[in-house]
């Protein structure tokens, strides 16, 4: 009952007039931004995150959050009429969401989209709203020691579940922290690894090192999809003519895809929370969940069973996914970490604390996914007569379009070329390490979480006076420690049986 | 897009990087910041992050090397001329400004390597015009730098 009253509040604040326009227009740039092939969720909160910077702390984390939620509507789109998911998660979307629009019902796909992910992301935020300020309790327990040992576990899940190899992902995320490391010290204030130039005294600026490492790095990949994306564009019929009326959904429809919608947004709220997870793995769980389930057509063929349990759990992950972020201070994703660091950038701190100190920004952040869900689904029907004419901007003329923003958005948030020759840099490097398999999400969260870490880790060893006993003194520590531990050791354990199961085959 | 390597693997190219990285960050956090005093220094943690980075840098480099079966990567042209172009806009930029760098890279870029059809180009030119100086300028008031020709002239 508290959690809705605080609810009622944070609707106060959500339902500002400025608070609406930026729910708005997060929302149709979310879409905008998700629909177009290549970008994703995570380089368009990048490049997006310069605009947020007009906006006081609530209201541009209400636009950002906004963004990043109908983002997983967007993607749908042209996975469904393209066959070219908009974002990753949207992978999914695209098995039965292409078949089904082939067989002539691309409208009807679009719509079971949608719908799902309206009702999917109410079940993800319904869920947050009762759970978040609960996280933030058990938080409040947590010392210093067991701060670092939660970070370190949310570091290492990332570590390992994005990539397939986790001695890449430590390297990763090892640089990730090195970087963030540069400027000053996190306690003293000293200048530390400024290696002489008054630039790095201030560390490596947050945002353009975001937009180069996503943003400019994409712009690099995207070179080589553009005669994919034409190729894929000329087997397309440009003819096509949707409408709202056409695509509406007929009782049977909706009875089909409410039991894998209620399923998967259930299912993918709890992936969402889930360090590493996030909107990507909920889809692929969802879609996997209903594959055990009986579907009228079968899975992969047009079936709208599968495009409403791949769009209801990738929504309601990336609703679940604030409630560690808010709670405890831990995106669960790479555009969690933007968040994250968009958080930090206007003075907030994101941790148990926050549902005390800014209790109206909480509840105002949670209020208003309620209202950007409500925006995102009117903008997203509203939209579907024009789809064909949005998505049929091509590949090719966007890469100089996105290579401008992102020098712009740079230069505009550092207000100095330094950030521009930041993201530049950065953006090489990550189109390098991307290049050779090296996942560069862990490392923007490694940059984000670093300080953090850093803190609670030299404050724990200055309580403890240099002793390691701190972090194994209470049952809660040993189970942290044992989770970590287990993180560390699964993938050394599976690569030695591995080894030994091919050594035996070949006997 | 990828072939057989031959030799030595250019994806081992990233460990032999991050090793050197780790090292300059031990040699330097010991030299200058130290470990520990009493307590812990500003040294303390990025000197155990590059430990760990410098183990699981040789560990990859070692996994690259012996892998036999791994396909090199490969570069192409056109990767290099995207970071080129944005090279190309942050040198223009100190002799005629950030704004009509980008415009003419914009240009350049859709009519010389997409070969654009004009009506093209004068789209995407405008709504570009319009984004950077209506939202950026205009909106958030950012004053882009005008290089030594706008100095000259204004």
């Avoid at chain 1, 994919?228 to 009875?255: C, N, P, Q, V, Y």
């Amino acid at each position: 009952m508290e959690n809705f009253a605080s609810l009622l509040a944070g609707f106060s604040v959500a339902l500002a007039p400025e608070n609406i326009g930026a729910c708005l227009l997060g929302a149709v740039l979310g879409l905008i931004v998700g629909a177009m092939p290549g970008i994703g969720s995570l380089a368009g909160c990048a490049l997006l995150l310069p605009l947020t910077y007009k906006f006081n702390p609530t209201t541009a984390i209400i636009m950002l959050g906004a963004l990043y939620y109908s983002n997983m509507y967007g993607g749908s789109f042209s996975a469904i009429l393209l066959n070219i998911p908009g974002d990753s998660p949207a992978i999914t979307t695209a098995l039965d969401g292409y078949p089904m629009a082939k067989k002539g019902r691309p409208g009807q796909a679009l719509m079971a989209a949608n719908l799902a992910s309206f009702i999917g992301g109410t079940i993800g935020i319904l869920i947050l709203t009762l759970t978040a300020s609960g996280l933030a309790k058990i938080g409040l327990m947590f010392g210093y020691a067991e701060m670092t040992l939660i970070l370190l576990i949310a570091m290492t899940s990332i570590s390992w579940l994005i990539g397939e190899n986790p001695i890449k992902g430590i390297v990763i995320t090892m640089l990730g922290i090195l970087v963030a490391s540069i400027g000053m010290d996190t306690l003293s204030g000293a200048p530390r690894y400024e290696f002489g130039n008054m630039y790095l005294l201030g560390g490596v600026p947050f945002t353009p090192f975001i937009i180069g490492c996503v943003g400019f790095a994409q712009v690099i990949k995207l070179i080589n999809e553009r005669e994919a994306d034409e190729k894929k564009r000329a087997g397309e019929d440009s003819k096509t003519k949707l409408s709202i009326r056409e695509s509406m959904l007929t009782g049977h429809d909706f009875k089909r895809i409410l039991p894998p919608i209620v399923r998967s947004g259930v299912m993918g709220t709890f992936v969402g929370v889930l360090p590493g997870s996030g909107a990507t793995t909920g889809s692929m769980v969802g879609y996997a969940m209903q594959k055990k389930f009986k579907s009228e057509e079968p899975m992969g063929t047009g079936a709208i069973e599968g495009i409403a349990a791949s769009e209801a759990a990738n929504n309601a992950a990336a609703a679940g996914a604030f409630a560690p972020l808010l709670a405890l201070g831990i995106p669960g994703s790479g555009t969690g970490a933007v968040l994250l660091g968009g958080l930090m950038m206007w003075g907030l701190n994101p941790g148990p604390l926050l549902f005390d100190t800014n209790p109206e920004f909480c509840w105002g952040l949670i209020s208003s996914m309620y209202v950007a869900n409500i925006f995102t689904l009117l903008v997203a029907i509203l939209v579907i007569p024009f789809l064909i004419k949005i998505l049929s901007v091509p590949v090719k003329y966007m890469i100089p379009i996105i290579t401008c923003v992102c020098i712009v958005g740079a230069y505009s948030t550092s207000n100095s070329m330094y950030g521009v020759i930041i993201m530049f840099i950065s953006g090489i490097v990550g189109y390098l390490l991307d290049k050779n398999g090296f996942p560069t999400a862990p490392m923007l969260l490694a940059f984000v979480l670093a300080p953090m870490l850093e803190k609670n880790m030299r404050k724990a060893f200055i309580a403890s006076q240099g002793s390691l006993e701190i972090f194994v003194d209470s049952p809660l520590k040993l189970v942290l420690l044992a989770v970590f531990l287990v993180l560390v050791l699964t993938p050394v354990v599976k690569s030695i049986l591995r080894k030994m199961k091919a050594k035996k085959a070949q006997a | 897009m990828e072939n057989k390597k031959k030799g030595f693997n250019l994806q081992a190219v990233i460990p032999l990087a991050t090793i050197i990285v780790s090292l300059v960050f031990i040699v330097v956090g010991l030299k200058d910041y130290g470990f520990w005093k009493n307590q812990p220094t500003p040294g303390f943690f990025p000197i155990i992050i590059a430990v760990v980075l410098l183990a699981s840098s040789i560990a990859c480099f070692i996994q690259i090397a012996r892998d036999k079966n791994s396909s090199e990567v490969k570069y192409n042209r056109n990767e290099l001329m995207v970071m080129l172009g944005a090279a190309g806009i942050i040198l223009c930029t100190f002799l005629i400004g950030l704004v009509p760098s980008c415009l003419i890279y914009i240009f350049l870029w859709l009519k010389f390597v997409e070969h654009a059809p004009w009506k093209v180009i004068v789209t995407i030119e405008i709504i570009m015009a319009a984004i950077i100086l209506g939202v950026f300028t205009a909106w958030l008031q950012i004053r882009f730098p005008v290089g030594l020709l706008g100095d000259m002239i204004f």
